[in-house]
């Protein structure tokens, strides 16, 4: 999927969506939510780092 | 796209219209540097023109103008700390030294300032300079009212940290 396409369905612009993957912002618990559902997957899947 | 979005029929640089929370964080805080600095500069640069008016001896509309402007900043630095307070968001240092007067602490420090203030302008008043003496007996009036408002503010903004506190514990 898309940043924009990602963007869109989770009601942001696509440079919020970049600046997420870059690590310059941390989202809210509410977009974290909105584009879990977005992709189909979970909070741990997405957003939990790895060991 | 969730939601919908309100029709707007104008939106100018200060409008967060369409903006999303990332964008509208950028801007808030943006905004709030702004108008830090707008305070500071408009407090440095009225109190440097009143002191050039003394010795000038400026135009009554010239001193007006002068006070209006060092009026406007000190009501909103008031205004802002009143806000900050009902939402309990002045910084720690700050609002303990705000609220650590008592009532009475506060009220002598405004009544020093608004006597220094008054002989000051007494003082200018008998040299003739009755227009000087005006505008510094109104500013020292202006700073004491707004030591009162900055101490009435440390004491709500801890009230409404130990109000929301009580609640978690409940």
Redo the contacts between chains.
């Keep these: 999927m898309s940043q924009q396409t990602l963007a869109e369905k989770a009601g942001v612009s696509r440079q919020t969506i970049n600046a997420i993957e870059k690590g310059d912002y941390n989202p809210t618990l509410n977009l974290c939510i909105d584009i879990c559902k977005a992709l189909g997957k979970t909070l741990d899947e997405i957003f939990w780092e790895g060991d | 796209?969730?939601?919908t979005k309100k029709e707007r029929n104008y939106v100018d640089v200060f409008s967060d219209y369409g903006l999303?929370?990332?964008?509208r964080s950028a801007s808030s805080n943006i905004g709030f540097r702004c108008f830090r600095e707008l305070y500071i500069v408009t407090l440095i640069i009225t109190i440097l023109w009143y002191a050039a008016d003394c010795f000038v001896d400026a135009e009554i509309p010239v001193v007006v103008v002068v006070g209006s402007y060092f009026a406007a900043a000190i009501v909103c630095y008031c205004v802002y700390a009143v806000r900050a307070a009902k939402a309990g968001v002045i910084n720690g240092i700050t609002a303990f030294s705000f609220s650590t007067l008592n009532l009475a602490s506060a009220v002598f420090t405004a009544f020093i300032a608004l006597v220094f203030g008054l002989s000051a302008a007494g003082v200018l008043s008998i040299s003739d300079k009755t227009t000087d003496a005006v505008v510094i007996a109104v500013f020292s009036a202006m700073l004491s009212t707004e030591n009162f408002v900055l101490f009435f503010c440390g004491r709500k903004n801890k009230k409404v940290l130990d109000d929301q506190n009580k609640e978690e514990d409940e």
């Design positions: 796209m969730k939601g999303d929370e990332r964008q």
